[in-house]
């Protein structure tokens, strides 16, 4: 057994997953070499990519037992393509699939079965909701690890060949007969494709899937003909009602506000609220209302900022209509309005996921950020934040961009209640080490801010501030006193995921929590 | 020695070149592989780009003798980038640089110097126009022969590995400090910058070169942070006035009116001008008057076209306003027009040369092109065309997007004034082989059309509509007619030049012509 850089206990082999190289350190792995050699395949005049459906697809693209699959997730929890894909894949006797679906959610529920009959073994993911597929992971369902990747850390592993993709479906709101795609524009329209991006150049065939079909050139186009062997066409690529966040809404209650004023208020006092700054923020309720408390500060002092990124959602959009930012990088949209933003707004740009965030590029975006919002289900007294379990074990989400940002961006908040019924969200060591503490500036509560006491040049910004600047071990005690006492989950020795830290170290490992029963709803 | 399949002799080896692999056909080589990988580099937070000059991202880029150094020509005759770093690699002593410059002009004469002190040995270009350079490498000057690809052969080159690019320097003119990059804005706006696209994302080491050093992100980017190393600031990349080619206006004079009444007429007669319908041609005054009276054409009957392709001039632009294209493909602007229109037309595409013309892509758009017009130096019986020297051997041009055009698109129409001077266009054979004739379809001239008798379609289609159809032979020999008696040049046995068609196999060789004296002006 080796211990990683957060103390982990890792075995140097993990079956059906290979060598692990631990996580030594949040930019220990840096790299300096050549990308794995992307598909080179000549395509004559004349030669056709149409076909007559999802089967066709699959039988010329040569899938077969033991493949790796890709799917991108900008249809989110309206998406209908990986369901209809992978039935079709189950349909044809085709077994023991690596899923690498960038993300799942509750609208996959079907894909449980087809990892009880083994039709999908493994899954490799950076997004992932509550939901049947996670539960059924929880309950230790899938014959092999499941694989957790951030979502800078999914193209590191396709550009250096950790990931080998052998068919990519791409899910195309728009596309010609040669394959050219467009996300903004259709029935379905999801927004930039982003995600898929690596995907469709590095995968050895690549399947654009379509309920939209138009006439060539598909212009503007945002995937070209060069990347597509295969074009189908279905009546319905998914629901774009699906792509919002149910979260989604800025939170009006006291708590809420509490807190967002607090993280605006830290983010002032650090200095990085002035011309040029760049801002993430996700989806939750208190990150959106911590946004709309800086939208207030930078319009009140006549602030001209530099970019929003990441997911972007219409309160970005505002922002960037407004003048407050320069520049949108989209990699997804998180509603409507972004989706009609990236159709139009020139300065809405699309960015690939390896742009975005992969730590071996040599212009990742993140590392540009001023301050970023992040969440957490746990943060423990190191830091140390986990998104990916709750506290009883269950699988409940992946990292997404919450390392990638983590380590790239200046100031890194994570803003959370404290307490979420009888659970204390501060913990001694989290279940599950998603993120490094030495990545975490900040940790902001309805109670307090803790800051991270590696940054000692933010400890001396915010001093004479008048924060409620605390220690983390005080919001730990004041949080175990709310919530009361804390039960530490059991867990079984069988091995359920891993998750990968964005440079494909391991982080930590993912046991079966005891006498944990899988339910459907 | 070895025959090829447009009949010249080649050894199997050439010195400083390597195995040479005959033109076996122009869709003989296919491909079904992997490309070659490009370089993967980690850059942390905090990592400057932005250097004090051209000599230190020589210095740090760790450029040396024998390496290969790219650049892009879309400042065309006004670049100022290719002089200034060749010469500051002079000035520091590094020779025997192989110069991989997508094109060569007039104002490149102080490469001469540097060819005939051993700093640049060889050169590898798919545009050149006559000038000091091609005179300099007619005389013999450089020390190894010149490689002459096309549009299309050299993203090819550069995916498959053959042609490894150990710097690349691409112009900007605009430019962020991360090397965001953007060609349609900024004072020396040149268009899209197409043709570096393949450069920076396979160099080794790239290096921005801008004049205007705007905040970041200089969005809309073009070419992102993720390819760049270094980036530089000069005063001047070169002057936007220059890249208006000297020809780029309509011929008005009879011939030359007839010439293209003949194109025109023969497009139409053979059912290309239609809904839908895709077109290119070149700059030269013949094909703008053809596709002015295409034009009229399309305007007259209601036909609305799908895409212009190739350089981009005044022309097309009005015909994609006017709602004649529903897009253009932009290699490279040939006018300010065009420039403008790339920076907000929406469906003003740019598009890399591997989608462009790569024989060895998925998705290449020559190979959905209905009609192109090309010129010739020189056209044989056989349909072989030259535009790489003239009659007399001298270097004046090269094959552009010429074969790549006439290999994938279903009419390939070669226009020509049938004599010159004392030429007659019509040869034997043609001094250098540049496109072979099987895609060649027709020779348009003012004294008649030859169609290939390859295309027995094309001549059924055409044969009722009137059109003065004629023999090659015939045209032939009315050109020595008026031309007077054809003197063939003789040539020495020194190899000045390796003439690849698009997939990499060598079509021809040029030898330096008996008698040549250079001459810088």
């Given at each position: 057994m080796m211990i990683n850089k957060v103390g982990r206990s890792l075995p140097e082999q993990i079956e059906h997953y290979g060598k692990v190289t631990p996580y030594a350190g949040a930019f220990a792995t840096q790299k300096d070499g050549v990308k794995t050699g992307a598909r080179l395949k000549s395509f004559k005049r004349g030669e056709k990519k149409l076909l007559s459906g999802i089967r066709e697809a699959i039988e010329k693209s040569g899938l077969r037992d033991g493949m790796t699959v890709s799917f991108h997730h900008h249809m989110r929890n309206g998406d209908k393509v990986v369901n209809l894909v992978m039935q079709e894949i189950a349909a044809m006797g085709i077994k023991d699939i690596r899923l690498a679906a960038s993300g799942i959610f509750e609208c996959h529920a079907p894909l449980v079965e087809l990892i009880e009959n083994g039709v999908i073994t493994q899954t490799v993911t950076n997004t992932f909701n509550p939901g049947p597929v996670a539960k059924a992971i929880t309950a230790g369902k899938l014959a092999k690890p499941a694989i957790f990747m951030t979502h800078g850390g999914r193209p590191r592993a396709i550009e250096s060949g950790d990931l080998h993709i052998d068919v990519a479906f791409v899910s195309a709101p728009t596309c010609d007969e040669q394959g050219n795609m467009n996300g903004t524009k259709g029935k379905s329209a999801c927004g930039y494709l982003s995600y898929s991006y690596l995907d469709a150049q590095y995968a050895d065939s690549v399947v654009a899937v379509t309920d939209t079909l138009v006439p060539y050139p598909n212009c503007p186009i945002e995937i070209t003909s060069e990347f597509v062997d295969y074009v189908v066409v279905v009546d319905?690529?998914?629901?774009?009602?699906?792509?919002?966040?149910?979260?989604?809404k800025v939170k009006t209650d006291p708590v809420s506000l509490q807190i967002a004023s607090n993280a605006a208020n830290l983010a002032d006092a650090a200095g990085y609220i002035k011309d040029g700054m760049s801002f993430q923020t996700g989806a939750s309720g208190a990150s959106l209302a911590a946004a709309a408390l800086v939208r207030d500060m930078m319009k009140e002092r006549g602030i001209k900022g530099s970019f929003g990124l990441g997911g972007i959602h219409s309160y970005f959009v505002q922002m960037l209509e407004e003048g407050l930012f320069k520049a949108l990088f989209d990699t997804q949209c998180f509603d409507l309005v972004a989706v009609e933003s990236a159709g139009k707004n020139e300065n809405h740009m699309a960015i690939s996921a390896s742009l975005y965030a992969n730590p071996h590029n040599r212009g990742a975006i993140v590392n540009y950020l001023d301050t970023v919002l992040l969440g957490a289900t746990e943060i423990d007294v190191d830091f140390n934040v986990n998104v990916i379990t709750g506290s009883n074990g269950v699988i409940m989400g992946a990292s997404g961009g919450h390392s990638d940002t983590a380590a790239g961006s200046k100031l890194t908040i994570v803003v959370a209640n404290l307490t979420r019924k009888a659970i204390c969200v501060v913990r001694e060591k989290v279940t599950t080490v998603t993120t490094p503490g030495e990545t975490i500036d900040a940790f902001v509560t309805e109670h307090g801010i803790a800051i991270n006491p590696l940054r000692k040049d933010l400890l001396e910004a915010v001093k004479?501030?008048?924060?409620p600047i605390v220690d983390i071990r005080e919001l730990k005690a004041k949080g175990e006193e709310i919530a009361g006492p804390q039960v530490a989950q059991e867990f079984t020795d069988k091995l359920i995921g891993v998750v990968e830290y964005r440079d494909g170290t391991v982080i930590d490992l993912v046991y079966q929590p005891k006498g944990y029963e899988f339910q459907q709803q």
């Open positions: 319905s690529i998914g629901d774009p009602g699906g792509i919002v966040s149910k979260t989604l004479d501030s008048g924060l």
